[in-house]
């Protein structure tokens, strides 16, 4: 269900460290469905054999990082505890924080009934205890002292109760999201503002809750009762726990002196703050963690932080240990080889193989000496991806007949159907298109009624599939000449109405070709479309799912018995077309079933518009997978929270005040009278004469006479909120 993970070094025995670890692992519960794991970075040798012993006698687990010499990093610690764990939550509690049993019933009884978001977020709360506080608690049975100290909080006990934080290091999150949002950045160094950075990535991607005001303030506190600032937007990730019961008691220590503290903590407030910015502006998380649990070890052809990689940061976590290396590292095939056999890699990832002939290269060695490898790149459908075991678009096996040419299974038609009816009626597609007008008012505006058309779907002349798949077509350039003569020999009431690819400027000329407007859209096209030829473009398996004759002049994926049939020349093209016949429907249902409950992958994706060489494409940079599909493993189904609480919601009740008057005019103070007067100002624009609307960041009108009122009715009660407000 979840491991606890402890992050933990000491120099030596007498440390208060080592004291409190012989605490926590004799005395913490360890219950069913909860794994400890503490996580030594480079404590002395005798110290962890000794610790080894003891977590052993106690079930609880240690990993060694043996790092001892280096500067302690407790975000290494926690992120290798991640890596190494094996249950679906993870969470981080240190030495000097604890609980009873109960708060560890309730955490797993919260877990199981979890929202089933894998964006889920939230926190265990923590009452810093003082001295005395400390010294009491741990006289006390633990249960009884959960009670006794909760009401301690309650009743703004001071003496007791040192601080109250609502959000901590410890964050109950799943791991598969915790290692694909990049866990804790290494740039930080020894202590300050390293958790801050990880809460907010989790936070800003679990879209929970509204975001604060003056979103970047250090200014605002937990306790502060305006909702500015990124505390107390984090608060709200704890707060129902710390209502419902659910904390932990930090017990009181010195604070060891650290030299260079105050200048090391500055400079990682500053880090904190750039990365903040940064991934509001360009969406940038650290890259992935991978699964350093799994047995399978996946050497990835990528750099670890490019793009593509950063983009399939959810997938990282399930892809086994991830290692990564780019083609130009090897000099060759032979290094290539020895690598994978000297180091255990149990399968190779490839982005596009035929993107450059050094990953093609090493594509084809792989293909040659049967070591296994997955190939990922985007599908034909709109949100669709794949990771192929077989190969790379049209000369992949995971196509063939035998992998989908079965009968449908109970079920499976009426889904499959209803899937490709709502997708032909959407707007859905692959590259960016105009707005849908209908079938028919495409072929008013075009001059097509009474024709009959054969839509041709534009390739970019530099695409891996036209390079390698383009077979009888040879090249765009050759297509369109293709295209040009066809135009000469069809019947008069024939049309060939081409559409140039949405990310091409230009585009080869087509004599006797009707051109579309380039933001047409696709499905419009297809919908009038009396046959649909392609060189090998994904728009032919969208032409199959609209029922009309497909053919392809290049090799295509989708060509086969039933489906697009692959012409060879132009008189061949002239022949197919005197006699006309549609796909079986049979065998679209069985393809198109067997691409979306099967093979592809499917991921909300975000894409960035990138020019080079004067040539535009479209970059995926971020996929949320919503079902993830790996060779050799159960397909994962991913939900997202999107929205996050509306502001009506009780969980802003703590400052409600300051969102209830979120928008309100701030009202003009009168001005004085003049003794003379004045000379009349110049007009005011409209915009500067409309009165200002700002959040008020004052009480509101009347809270001083409420307060009071309440002062002199209650005063016991007025302390105490009083109190309680200053420490939460």
């Known amino acids: 269900m979840i491991t606890i993970i402890t992050p933990f070094q000491t120099r030596n025995r007498d440390d208060y460290l080592h004291h409190r670890l012989r605490r926590f692992v004799t005395q913490e519960p360890v219950i069913d469905g909860i794994h400890r794991l503490i996580v030594d970075f480079g404590s002395p040798d005798h110290i962890v054999e000794e610790l080894e012993a003891l977590c052993a006698n106690h079930g609880v687990g240690l990993m060694r990082l043996n790092r001892r010499g280096e500067p302690f990093s407790i975000g290494a610690c926690r992120n290798a505890g991640a890596q190494a764990a094996t249950t679906e939550f993870i969470t981080f509690q240190d030495v000097d924080l604890t609980a009873p049993p109960s708060v560890y019933r309730q955490l797993l009884a919260n877990l199981r009934a979890a929202p089933p978001y894998i964006n889920h977020l939230e926190c265990i709360p923590c009452l810093y205890l003082t001295p005395p506080g400390t010294q009491e608690y741990e006289s006390m049975d633990a249960e009884a002292a959960r009670t006794l100290f909760h009401q301690y909080f309650t009743e703004a006990d001071a003496e007791r109760v040192q601080m109250y934080a609502p959000a901590t290091s410890a964050i109950v999150v799943r791991r598969a999201f915790y290692l694909a949002m990049g866990g804790v950045r290494q740039e930080f160094f020894g202590h300050g503002y390293e958790d801050f950075e990880m809460m907010n990535r989790l936070a800003w991607k679990s879209k929970r809750f509204i ?131 000297d180091n255990g890699i149990g399968q190779v990832l490839f982005l596009t193989p035929y993107g450059n002939e050094q990953r093609l290269a090493l594509y084809l060695a792989c293909r040659a000496h049967g070591i296994p490898y997955l190939v990922f790149d985007r599908g034909a459908l709109p949100r669709s991806w794949f990771f192929d075991p077989c190969g790379f678009n049209a000369d992949s096996a995971s196509y063939a007949p035998d992998k989908w040419d079965v009968e449908l299974p109970d079920g499976a038609r009426e889904r499959t159907e209803r899937y490709i009816d ?228 009780p969980v802003y009740d703590f400052y409600r005040s300051y969102i209830s008057d979120m928008g309100r005019a701030v009202p003009a103070k009168p001005a004085p009278a003049a003794a003379k007067a004045a000379p009349k100002p110049a007009a005011k624009s409209a915009a500067a004469a409309a009165p200002v609307k700002a959040p008020a960041a004052k009480a509101a009108p009347g809270s001083v006479s409420r307060k009071l009122s309440k002062l002199m009715r209650d005063p016991r009660r007025f302390l105490a909120d009083a109190l309680r407000n200053r420490l939460a």
């Open 211 to 341: 975001r604060s005001h003056d979103y970047y303030s250090h200014d605002h506190k937990y306790a502060s009762l305006e909702y500015k600032g990124y505390r107390t937007f984090f608060s709200l990730f704890g707060r129902q726990n710390m209502a419902a019961g659910l904390f932990f008691c930090h017990l009181y220590h010195p604070s060891p002196p650290s030299a260079g503290y105050a200048k090391r903590n500055a400079a990682n407030r500053m880090l904190f703050e750039r990365f903040a910015k940064t991934l509001d502006k360009d969406a940038d998380v650290p890259p992935a963690l991978s699964d350093a649990a799994s047995q399978t070890r996946t050497l990835a052809l990528s750099g670890r932080a490019t793009i593509p990689m950063r983009s399939i940061r959810m997938a990282i976590a399930h892809l086994g240990n991830v290692v990564y290396m780019e083609p130009a590292d090897f000099d060759d095939e032979a290094a290539f080889l020895s690598y994978v056999k």
């Open 422 to 649: 709502e997708l032909i009626a959407s707007e859905a597609t692959l590259e960016e298109n105009g707005e849908r007008i209908g079938a028919d008012n495409l072929r008013t505006r075009y001059s097509l009624h009474g024709k009959r058309v054969l839509f041709v779907p534009m390739q970019r002349p530099g695409d891996a599939v036209i390079k390698h798949f383009a077979s009888h077509a040879e090249s765009v350039e050759n297509f369109c000449f293709v295209l040009s003569q066809l135009s000469l020999r069809l019947p008069s009431d024939w049309r060939i109405v081409v559409k140039r690819h949405p990310l091409e400027s230009s585009m080869p000329p087509i004599p006797g070709a009707v051109l579309l407007d380039p933001s047409t859209h696709v499905y419009d096209a297809l919908a009038a479309s009396d046959a649909v030829l392609t060189v090998n473009s994904g728009v032919g398996l969208l032409s199959l799912l609209f029922g009309k004759p497909t053919f392809n002049l290049g090799t295509a994926f989708y060509c086969h018995d039933g489906l697009s049939v692959q012409v060879r020349d132009l008189e061949d093209i002239v022949q197919r077309l005197a006699g006309l016949a549609r796909p079986s429907r049979e065998h679209v249902l069985r393809f198109a079933h067997y691409l979306v409950d099967t093979f592809y992958s499917f991921a909300n994706t975000d894409y960035r518009k990138v020019t080079e060489g004067g040539s535009t494409r479209n970059v995926a940079i971020n996929l949320d997978f919503t079902e993830l599909r790996l060779p050799g493993q159960p397909s994962r189904t991913f939900q997202w929270r999107t929205e996050p609480a509306k502001k009506s919601s």
